[in-house]
């Protein structure tokens, strides 16, 4: 039997992985939940949830595709605007690291070069290297903890994409500490909770 459905699939806008799970009851009625995962560095896109779409056979057929063409597009398209963000995210963070490993090398070269009568200066170049050090110390503090902060995140993503929301919510409370994170992980906290009510009434329709 011949059918049209690939070309179908092949004229959605995207790239990459496109996820169908179809659920069919006994009397006839199909479930299908459709996930296009964010394959872009930024973790906050892995908990945009599925699309669930219900109905029979030949009512799928008329309108499965044209009820999820604009919205993978639109996710398509926010995933490549995600990964365009981070990637120039990582090259500011790369200029300034330059510059100030420039900046660094420059007074190691000026104390280097100082005569005994410039004692003085050396010492006022020390201290600003000493401040250089700190800052640096704490920048990567920060950068510490902004890694632990994505990585639970990430994990916050993957479960939530096999439906797993009460860990997902526990993994996410971890996070109570970061303060300037707060109105963030309150936000998700709330998306969760509001996903896990949608899956669960999913789940009681299907039995």
Known sequence: ????????????????????????NAGGVLTVSVYLPNATADTAGKVIPPM??????VELD???????AAPVKQT??????????????????D???????K??????????????????DDDEQKETENLFSAQENEQKALAEKKKRYASVLEQ??????VFKYDEAISLLQTCADYLEKAEEINAKGAELQKHKAKYEAFINDLA
């Open 95 to 101: 200029n300034a690291k330059a510059e100030l490993d």
């Open 62 to 68: 008329e309108g499965f595709f044209g009820a999820i």
């Open 1 to 24: 039997m011949q059918t049209n459905f690939f070309e179908h699939i092949s004229a959605l806008e995207f790239q990459g992985a496109l996820n169908l799970i179809l659920i069919k």
């Open 103 to 120: 900046k660094n090398k420059a007074n190691k070269g000026k104390t280097s070069t100082a005569s005994a009568a410039e004692t003085d």
């Open 52 to 57: 669930i779409l219900k109905g029979k056979a």
């Open 156 to 161: 916050v993503a993957e479960l939530s994409k």
């Open 76 to 93: 398509a398209s926010l995933f490549a605007n995600m990964d365009a963000y981070q990637q120039s995210l990582k090259k500011a963070a």
